[in-house]
């Protein structure tokens, strides 16, 4: 993430410049499936109270990024790097008095943030690896090595073209491969 660390500096808690404000983004925001119901928040905090990885987390907080949506923070929101923190555990959508489905609202702000480019380096090397062996994680030799002296059964075969068919289409997936592209130019 290195390259990206400017582009993905986490600033809930700079001062908010007026030059930072989109207010149709959150008109934006509720137009996709998912979000639609982001203006009925009335930031009682219960997303995050209840939120178990807020827990273990000082800057993960599902009300404040939340807030920044409703706020027209766009950039703030869509860079944060706590915006990939959420374990889609649907806790908060559960608890929300107001039936907002803030996890749902947190998977459209990643999709946008996907869209624009802006995805952590780890999520773009787990996609980079499950599209070529399918697997999330790629398999040191040393380890299949080491199963084989130990007279354990060899791991089964990724099924790499399969995962690439099913997720024929997917955008997120075309960006690693131009990406990957353009690394091996570079």
Same mark, same amino acid.
């Given at each position: !993430? $290195?390259? #990206?660390? %400017?582009?993905?500096?986490?600033?809930?808690?700079?001062? &908010?410049?007026? %030059?930072?404000?989109? @207010?149709?983004?959150?008109?934006?925001?509720?137009?996709?499936?998912?979000?639609?119901?982001?203006?009925?928040?009335?930031?009682?905090?219960?997303?995050?109270?209840?939120?178990?990885?807020?827990?273990? %987390?000082?800057?993960?907080? @599902?009300?404040?990024? &939340?807030? !920044?949506?409703?706020?027209?923070?766009?950039?703030? +929101?869509?860079?944060?790097?706590?915006?990939?923190?959420?374990?889609?555990?649907?806790?908060?959508?559960?608890?929300?008095?107001?039936?907002?489905?803030?996890?749902?609202? &947190?998977?459209?702000?990643? #999709? !946008? $943030? $996907?869209?624009?480019?802006?995805?952590?380096?780890?999520?773009?090397?787990?996609?980079?690896?499950?599209?070529?062996?399918?697997?999330?994680?790629? &398999?040191?030799?040393?380890?299949?090595?080491?199963?084989?002296?130990?007279?354990? @059964?060899?791991?089964?075969?990724?099924? @790499?073209? %399969? +995962?690439?068919?099913?997720?024929?289409?997917? #955008?997120?997936?075309?960006? +690693?491969?131009?990406?990957?592209?353009?690394?091996?130019?570079?």
């Amino acid at each position: !993430m $290195a390259e #990206n660390a %400017s582009t993905t500096r986490d600033t809930t808690k700079d001062p &908010i410049k007026a %030059s930072e404000l989109d @207010p149709k983004f959150k008109y934006k925001l509720i137009k996709r499936h998912g979000s639609e119901k982001l203006l009925k928040c009335f930031q009682c905090g219960t997303c995050t109270s209840d939120c178990p990885i807020a827990r273990y %987390s000082d800057s993960y907080r @599902p009300r404040t990024l &939340i807030h !920044m949506a409703r706020l027209g923070l766009k950039d703030r +929101v869509l860079k944060s790097d706590t915006l990939w923190l959420c374990a889609a555990c649907f806790t908060c959508t559960d608890r929300c008095p107001q039936d907002v489905e803030v996890a749902s609202v &947190i998977r459209v702000l990643r #999709n !946008m $943030a $996907a869209e624009e480019g802006i995805v952590p380096q780890v999520f773009k090397d787990q996609c980079a690896s499950v599209l070529e062996t399918g697997y999330a994680y790629k &398999i040191p030799d040393l380890r299949l090595k080491k199963r084989e002296t130990l007279g354990l @059964p060899p791991l089964p075969k990724g099924n @790499p073209e %399969s +995962v690439k068919k099913s997720l024929k289409g997917v #955008n997120f997936v075309n960006y +690693v491969k131009n990406q990957g592209e353009t690394d091996a130019k570079q």
